[in-house]
């Protein structure tokens, strides 16, 4: 089945570092994604890690996957009020057609306060 | 570099009317996805389109059709449009298949 979870918000102090969970059903998935969706805007791909992968590093991102517990985490160092926005996860499902279908967690609301 | 565009970028429709909605993907991709995104909802798929055929269907009402053109863009056509209909509608592309999808900034289609 395709469901993809996460919490719905989260609150932290400039400077403190932000951790965003996200729990995936699919064992196929093959990449998992982060996107940033700042109110109005379109969704900006962030990050994303390979399923072969336990961890990747993008200068203030870290993406953490637990693939036994397909449990993804996005850890955002450093955290300023520019990256107040939503975050999704999504995890991709290869299509027998050819290309790859995403499906979307609900979002994480991320409020950054002074 | 280029991204994905979309148009238009608003769109104010009333009941019964019919929308098209145009997605233009990153050059050389040959993939394109289509979702609609509902007021403080996550983007649901509807359908996508691999070298030019679809290649799968998601929560797609019968209303709406889709197609992608020979040279990779793709419109998204809406039929009696509904108030339920109104949304933020992204389209993303890939360059192939099983790699990272790039979105446009999106349509915001308002019925009325």
């Known amino acids: 089945g395709e469901d993809v979870e996460q919490s719905l918000f989260l609150s932290v102090r400039e400077g403190d570092s932000s951790v965003i969970n996200c729990t995936y059903t699919d064992s196929s998935s093959t990449y998992l994604y982060w996107y940033k969706q700042e109110p109005g805007a379109g969704l900006q791909l962030l990050t994303y890690?390979?399923?072969?992968?336990d961890m990747k590093q993008d200068q203030r991102l870290t993406v953490l996957l637990n693939k036994k517990d397909k449990h993804l985490s996005l850890r955002i160092a450093d955290t300023q009020t520019g990256d107040s926005a939503i975050y999704f996860c999504?995890?991709?499902?290869?299509?027998?057609?050819?290309?790859?279908?995403?499906?979307f967690g609900t979002g994480t609301q991320l409020k950054v306060e002074l | 570099a280029a991204g994905v565009i979309q148009s238009p970028r608003h769109l104010i429709k009333e009941k019964r009317e019919t929308a098209t909605l145009k997605c233009y993907p990153i050059?050389?991709?040959?993939?394109v996805y289509w979702y609609q995104q509902g007021p403080g909802q996550d983007p649901q798929f509807l359908i996508s389109f691999y070298e030019k055929m679809q290649s799968d269907k998601g929560s797609i009402p019968d209303r709406f059709s889709a197609q992608q053109f020979s040279d990779y863009h793709s419109e998204l056509n809406m039929s009696s449009l509904e108030l339920g209909d109104s949304a933020l509608y992204f389209c993303?592309?890939?360059?192939?298949?099983?790699?990272?999808?790039?979105f446009g900034q999106g349509t915001r289609l308002t019925v009325v």
């Open positions: 993303a592309s890939t360059e192939r298949p099983n790699t990272e999808a790039f």
């Open positions: 050059p050389r991709h040959d993939t």
């Open positions: 890690i390979f399923s072969n992968m």
């Open positions: 999504a995890e991709n499902h290869i299509l027998t057609g050819g290309g790859n279908k995403l499906t």
